[in-house]
């Protein structure tokens, strides 16, 4: 009986662990930010809060907005 | 490879095949308007202004830069650049980006160049009257030499 609870309990942990981290990666996709493409083939990703998005994402959110 | 064609038809194909594009501009080499589907040239030039000014300052973080995406909760805002050209484009929010680099690429380069780096070939989709492009010319045909022996025997 008291294996069975043990197991359920790691079940409900694992289960939970997995659920947050699929929510936070939905989050992270959600979130604001800019991707630069290299010639070489080497991508950059300024995430917003950093001082690179914050240069680049008025410029796009302008755009956005009054196209 | 796709054969040269006129932007509007290039611009009214990328749509068609990518619903989440939403707007799109293309700039011709020297920064003339190439093509958009926008109905007012204006607009469209303030797409690639945009465009412009987001590659100007992500090159002082990336040099060498090809193409970037920045993405808002509104929307994306994608720019390739391919040598002297550029397609600048809006897209719905989270969209394929791959997907949409890959389409932009591929109607950026399909796009016969104005001659000059002008908008000669340019139009907007609500213009609709676009300079027909010349057809690209075909490979002559070489003739299959004569079967003389077979006949012979034949």
Redesign the interface.
């Known amino acids: 009986m008291a294996r069975r609870k043990v197991i359920t309990g790691v079940l409900l942990a694992a289960g939970s662990v997995a659920g947050s981290l699929l929510v936070r990666r939905r989050a992270a ?2 979130q ?9 083939g080497t991508m ?1 990703s ?1 995430t917003e809060g950093t001082p ?1 998005a914050e ?3 008025p ?9 | 490879m796709l054969a040269p064609m006129d932007a509007t038809q290039a611009i009214a194909d990328l749509t068609e095949i990518s619903p989440q594009v939403r ?1 799109v501009a293309v700039a011709e080499a020297g920064g003339a308007l190439g093509g958009s589907n926008f109905p007012d040239e204006e ?1 469209a030039k ?2 690639l202004d ?2 412009q ?2 590659l100007e ?2 090159e002082e ?17 994608f720019v390739v650049r391919d040598g002297d050209r550029l397609i600048a484009a ?1 897209t719905s ?2 969209p394929t ?1 791959g997907l949409v ?1 890959y389409d932009l690429k591929t109607c950026l380069r399909s796009i016969d160049p104005a001659p000059g780096g002008g908008a000669g070939k340019a139009g907007t989709s609500a213009e609709g009257g676009s300079v027909e492009p010349t057809p690209p010319k075909k490979p002559a045909r070489r003739r299959a030499p004569k079967k003389e022996a077979a006949d012979g025997e034949a």
């Open positions: 996709r959600k604001a930010h800019v991707d630069l493409y290299g010639a070489d950059h300024f690179e240069r680049l994402l410029i796009a959110n302008d755009l956005l907005a009054t196209l | 707007r607009a303030r797409l945009g465009a000014r987001l300052a992500a973080l990336r040099p060498e830069l090809t193409q970037l995406e920045a993405a808002t909760t509104a929307g994306s805002v809006t929010p989270e980006v680099f």
